[in-house]
C-alpha cells in the first residue's frame, strides 16, 4: 500500500500496517452504508462550498466595480481556493469532517491510525480533486471492490473514511467486552 505521510516520525506501525481501530476485517459496520453516505456528504459540502463561492464571488464583483475591476481576475481564482480550503481545513480539522460528512456521521481517519493533519488533509483534497477531474469521476468506482470502501486517493493519502457513530459504538462495546473478560477472570 502505498501511504504518503509528510511526516515520517509519525508512523507507529510498517508502512501498510492497517490500524486495528478501522480494520475492515476486524470492524466491517464501520462501513457499512459508507458509499450512500459518502456521496450525500460530497452534495451537502458541494452545496455549502455553492452558497460560499456565491457570497464571494458578489462580494468580489461589487469590490470591482468599486476598484473599476480590479479584483475581477480573483474571481476565477475562487472557484479553486474554496473548496480546496474548505475540504482542508475541516478534514484536518478536529472534527476530522467537513460540515456534509459531520451531517451523515462519517469521518477520515489514517489507515495507520487517529486523525489526519492539515499536510495530509491537502495532500487527500488535490488527489481527490484531481482524480475526478482527469477521469470524470469514475475513479470513484474503485470504492465498491473493497472491504474498506476506500477510493483511489484515500489509498494514496493513507486514509479511510469510516462511520463516525458506529465507530463510537464499537469503541463501547470493546470496552464491555474488556470488562467482561476481566470480571470473568476475577
Same mark, same amino acid.
Given at each position: ?17 492497517? #490500524? ?25 459540502? !458541494? ?20 476598484? =473599476? ?54 495532500? =487527500? ?12 469521476? =469514475? ?37 464491555? =467486552?474488556?470488562? #467482561?473478560?476481566?470480571?470473568?477472570? !476475577?
Amino acid at each position: 500500500m502505498v501511504n504518503f505521510t509528510l511526516n515520517p516520525n509519525e508512523t507507529k506501525r510498517p508502512i501498510g500496517a492497517v #490500524d486495528p481501530d478501522v480494520d475492515p476485517l476486524i470492524h466491517p459496520e464501520l462501513y457499512i452504508g459508507l458509499i450512500f453516505k459518502r456521496v450525500a456528504a460530497y452534495i451537502i459540502d !458541494a452545496l455549502i462550498i455553492s452558497v460560499i463561492v456565491g457570497f464571494v464571488w458578489v462580494g468580489l464583483g461589487i469590490l470591482g466595480i468599486v476598484t =473599476l475591476g480590479l479584483t475581477f481576475g480573483l474571481m476565477g481564482i475562487v472557484i479553486f481556493i474554496i473548496p480546496f480550503a474548505y475540504h482542508t481545513f475541516f478534514i484536518g480539522g478536529p472534527n476530522s469532517a467537513t460540515i456534509g460528512m459531520q451531517i451523515m456521521d462519517i469521518e477520515v481517519r489514517r489507515w495507520i491510525g487517529g486523525s489526519p493533519d492539515y499536510s495530509q488533509a491537502a495532500v =487527500l483534497t488535490v488527489l481527490f480533486y484531481g482524480s475526478i477531474a482527469l477521469t470524470a469521476w =469514475l475513479i470513484l468506482l474503485i470504492a465498491f471492490f473493497g472491504n474498506s470502501r476506500r477510493c483511489l486517493h484515500d489509498y494514496f493519502s493513507g486514509t479511510v473514511v469510516v462511520n463516525k457513530l458506529d465507530a463510537l459504538v464499537s469503541a463501547k462495546r470493546i470496552a464491555e =467486552l474488556a470488562v #467482561d473478560q476481566k470480571s470473568n477472570e !476475577a
